[in-house]
């Protein structure tokens, strides 16, 4: 019993170990730009894979080891000042949302440049020579390569405990931390400082990955977990802080090793449970710091969403025209194109769902494909077991399962720093969600559900099971659903929406329960995104785990940005664009992720508010030129630029 | 009756002790101004009646209830109205939405009609609520402005627009004055005596402009260091020695 014990010990050491070192840097890039790095996983895992292209397959000394370590970070430290250069810097004064959603970006190029590097496959490297054997201590047998690892991450501990508060450089980091406006008064070179800082934080998620790279196989999955881990742990032992990256970390450790001797069947959850817990006990962690005081978003928002009424009938005709198009489609599209044209108006509408919570609320889901995935799943189940339950109820049956599941998530993000938590609990969500499924046989495990029978509306006599018919119940369902939100996002609620985006301390202090109007927000766009997946899964027959993948959670971000989340048909538009781009360039396979991600990332550099917000631009200067034209005729009014139709 | 009265709070940042066992109370209907040298610890003392961050110690009783530990929208709703130190709109709205939406906010809580759930445009009574309160205040030649296009001295006005649209027992001004020019402060003291007059709003504010503060006010009282020096009426506070104190420091000779 001793031994076993000591050996739960020793293994939650060195696996609290590891996640110190990923969430080290995490709470470093937090702690200075006020953002979680979502691509610190990413990093990590190429700091892996540059250390296993070094390595190469033979074994080395310990020193060479350490050396390739180093090497590895300092091959990402170069990464990170391109990062820092070419999209950080440019993204210091806008709201942090785009941030978050830039390095969520990232993370998707640089999962998709180390598919086309190194392939798909899995590898795993030798531990170097002295450390290949365990270690006998009575009748223990202990891994020296994991008492490397605990030694590493104490080590990188003190160093930086140090470093931070003891040498010029932390001091440096501390002063841009808590102000860089006053820092750069005082003659430092603010630039050059925080690009320095985040090549550091950088330069820690190489040297782990070319560190822990005997600790695991390698392959392109591999920074997932740790950025979760990594989150929690920062987020357990309190925003911005090293000591508590540490403790959290090791807490997280413990929980998995107990999690898996009391639970072995299934592996991975506690750890989730946990943070649940800690969120809703203290939401401040372990050691609160001033890094972690909410702060007011930035200026971003160009547009209220509240349009004049002027040109209103002139775009209902051109959207009673596009609706008429769509409905045609089925009359003379191919069955391919037919399916692609389905599937944009699915995900224009799970990303409008998405916008609900982006551009009329100001918080961010990075896991919104958790609600579509609950939704599709519920649907396909429902369908294949249980086809005499009527298809309406089912989809009234998704819409209550997400808005419920959105509710349980909201009470622990929306109580404290909502922004960071609800992104990071988003994460967790997909995450779970992806767990369970995986764990349970009922919804296909790995494999999904397939051949997911179309319904029959029986009351109406409607036999939805042909692409056709089914296609039209589709377009029909979507557009009803998408004027009821133009209707409720239109009218007071909306109001109350934009007010606690725009500014909710200013909301709380007219009597708006800000906490309870974002839950709301939150309740429909789940229930929302979770009807999207109902109807999306007789539409595709199959429903898999990758609609639970980081790269469906991007899809809604996406659509969303390409067109523009601060208008409500943004989000439509940019899914029709995507869908349009992504049946141009079907041939391409593999490079889906670098597309996407690249794409994202250009859109939030050089076009924040999208094509909506490109076209109500050049709609704008248009005007004003015609108006300096004939300037007796009209007068511009100052608030005019605003004030666009949509 | 006394309509807000704060009783031996205390706050500290760490080790700083910012306010040290300070009391008020604020008869109905009067004007109440708070002042004291910078870092004396008035900004602390309105955010912790306001109840934008909590004290230490002690107890903030509103209307005869302890509020202490409610947060920042119910006291809204129970009728304390607030403006900021720099004002704070929504600035993507125009003057006419950023009024609505607070009337739209104020009729939600006191479940009054604010027109069918389903409407688009807002009720016709609440718009006509918001172009009286507009006219009222004189920015009716700007009500279809942006709210980030107002000039410094309007968007102070929007704003309260915005605090009385909720028709607040009482009126927290934070600093109203602050940053602007001598013409737009004797505008802003007018209207901050109009409210209390025709409206019947107490007002408790902070302010650094003594002219200001002893043309409104009806009680005053200085702080320093966390402390209460002196509160009463201006007479009192004007020829109080241990004010003078405060403000010129202690004369050499004296000593």
Known sequence: ?646 | MDILRVEEVDKNYGALEVLKQVSLSVPAGCIFAIIGPNGAGKTTLFKVMTGESPCNAGNVFFQGENVTRAPAHWRARAGMGRTFQVARVFNDFSVLENVVAAIEARRRYQHQPAGRFWAVEPAREVLAEAHQLIADIGLATVISHAARFLSHGDRKRLEFVIALALKPRVLMLDEPTAGMSPADRLGIADLILRIRDQMGVTVVMTEHDMDIVFRLADRIMVLSYGETVACGGVADIKGNPAVQEVYLGKEMNHA
């Open chain 1, 1 to 646: 019993m001793a031994t076993q014990l000591i050996f739960a010990i020793f293994n939650a050491l060195s696996m609290g170990m590891a996640i110190f070192m990923v969430a080290a840097g995490i709470t470093l890039i937090f702690g200075l730009l006020k953002i979680l790095n979502m691509a610190q996983g990413a990093f990590f895992m190429i700091g892996a894979y540059i250390a296993f292209s070094l390595i190469d397959h033979q074994q080395l000394s310990l020193l060479a080891f350490i050396g390739v370590a180093l090497l590895a970070g300092l091959g990402v430290a170069v990464l990170g000042l391109l990062t820092d250069r070419l999209i950080l810097s440019r993204l210091r004064h806008v709201d942090y949302h785009y941030m978050l959603i830039a390095t969520f970006a990232l993370m998707m190029v640089c999962q998709g440049a180390v598919k086309l590097i190194w392939g798909v496959n899995f590898f795993s490297v030798m531990p170097p020579l002295v450390l290949d054997q365990p270690l006998q201590i009575g009748t223990l047998f202990l891994s020296r390569y994991s008492l490397f690892v605990i030694a590493a991450g104490l080590v990188i501990y003190v160093i930086l405990e140090v470093a931070i508060h003891r040498l010029w450089l932390g001091k440096l980091m501390q002063s841009l931390a808590s102000n860089p406006w006053m820092s750069g008064l005082l003659g430092i070179n603010v630039s050059l400082g925080l690009t320095f800082s985040v090549m550091f934080a950088f330069f820690l998620a190489g040297l782990a990955g070319g560190l822990m790279l005997p600790l695991q196989s390698l392959s392109p999955q591999l920074g997932d977990a740790y950025l979760l881990y990594g989150f929690f742990a920062i987020i357990i032992g309190g925003l911005g802080n090293v000591r508590g990256a540490l403790l959290g970390s090791i807490l997280l450790g413990l929980v998995n090793s107990l999690n898996t001797i009391l639970l072995p069947e299934w592996p991975g959850i506690a750890i989730y449970v946990v943070l649940a817990v800690f969120l809703f006990f203290r939401p401040e962690g372990l050691f609160p710091s001033l890094a972690s005081q909410p702060q007011s978003a930035g200026e971003q928002g160009s547009s209220a969403m509240v349009g004049n009424k002027a040109h209103r009938p002139a775009w209902m005709v051109a959207g009673a025209l596009v609706v008429v198009l769509a409905a045609s489609l089925p009359l003379w599209a191919n069955g391919g194109l037919l399916y692609v044209a389905g599937s944009a108006i699915v995900y224009g509408l799970f990303a409008l769902s998405w916008n609900i919570l982006f551009g009329y609320t100001g918080l961010a889901s990075f896991g919104h494909s958790a609600f579509f995935a609950i939704g599709a799943y519920f649907t396909g189940v429902l369908l294949r077991d249980w086809p005499q339950v009527p298809f309406l109820l089912v989809l009234l049956g998704c819409a209550v399962f997400g808005a419920v599941v959105a509710c349980l998530v909201g009470a622990l993000a929306l109580r404290r720093l909502a922004g960071i938590f609800l992104a990071v609990l988003t994460i967790a969500l997909a995450e779970v969600t992806r767990l369970l499924i995986s764990y349970s046989d009922f919804l296909g495990r790995e494999d999904g559900l397939v051949g997911i029978p179309r319904p029959k509306l029986a009351w109406l006599g409607f036999d939805l099971d042909s692409s056709a018919a089914y296609y039209w119940f589709l377009l029909a369902a979507v557009v009803l659903l998408v004027a009821v939100l133009w209707w409720v996002l239109h009218g007071r609620f909306g109001r109350l929406l934009l007010i606690t985006r725009q500014d909710p301390e200013r909301a709380a202090f007219l009597g708006v329960n800000v906490t309870r109007v974002r839950t709301a927000s939150f309740m429909l766009s789940g229930a929302v995104a979770a009807v999207a997946g109902g109807l999306y899964a007789p539409w595709a027959r199959i429903v898999t785990l990758e609609q639970v993948s980081f790269l469906a959670s991007t899809q809604p971000v996406l659509n969303a940005m390409l067109g523009g989340v601060h208008s409500f048909w943004g989000p439509m538009v940019g899914a029709v664009i995507f869908a349009v781009l992504e049946y141009g360039t079907r041939t391409f396979v593999g490079l889906s992720e670098i597309m996407v991600g690249a794409l994202l990332l250009l859109i939030i550099l050089a076009a924040p508010n999208g094509v909506v917000g490109l076209w109500r631009a050049w709609a704008s200067r248009a005007r004003t030129y015609r108006a300096t034209q004939r300037p007796r005729e009209t007068e511009p009014e100052s608030g005019e630029p605003l004030r666009e139709s949509r």
